[in-house]
């Protein structure tokens, strides 16, 4: 059995970008093991105006993503029992897109309310890769303090800000750039048309000819 990536959920807004991720993965062969906050079940149906639901996640996710899940675990955000709970379970690492401020706030202080904590909480004592897309704007005192402590405790605050030197064109093509980036950074292989050469990117290029 390959060893999965952890995705966690959140509910802050920006559901779509853990649309992109998620599909970034499974295009990179990669196993994900899935946990939707409860909070990031409204949130969907609020971004979306689709349902996710524990008891037919199969289905959820296929009409979220747009195809099989076949490389996903799906794991209850209320299921304290699950194997992500566990050190002792195979992780390469966890994201958690978006990251809502309350749930960065819940790994910082270690308080492991629900399983998307916990398991981010068992990533960091287990020194494996920690990443929070946090969607927040402004911050104050107390979330910068929050996320100050979790990349002292080895975590990476990676937050959702979209670039625009790559001439994006649609919505998609900026969750499309930031999943790219980001899944380079967990050192999956991607595609260079977003990355710089010393000149310009290739996205640049096509986007100024067209």
Known sequence: MRTPWIVGVSGASGTPYARAVLTGLLDAQQ????????????????????????????????EWLGREPTEVRYWSAGDLAAGPASGSYPAQGMVVVPASTAAVAGIALGLSKDLLQRAADVTLKERRPLILCVRETPFNLIHLRNMTQITEAGGTIYPVIPTFYNL?????????????RLLGFLGLPQTDYYTYSGDETPAHRDRVES
Do not use: C, K, M, N
Not at 36 to 57: K, N, Q
């Open 31 to 62: 196993p994900v093991d899935l946990i939707v906050s409860r909070a990031a079940r409204l949130t969907i149906l609020d971004e979306t105006g689709l349902s996710f639901r524990d008891a037919h996640w199969a289905e959820d996710l296929s």
């Open 168 to 180: 994006p064109s649609s919505v998609d093509q900026v969750y499309e750039e930031f999943t790219a």
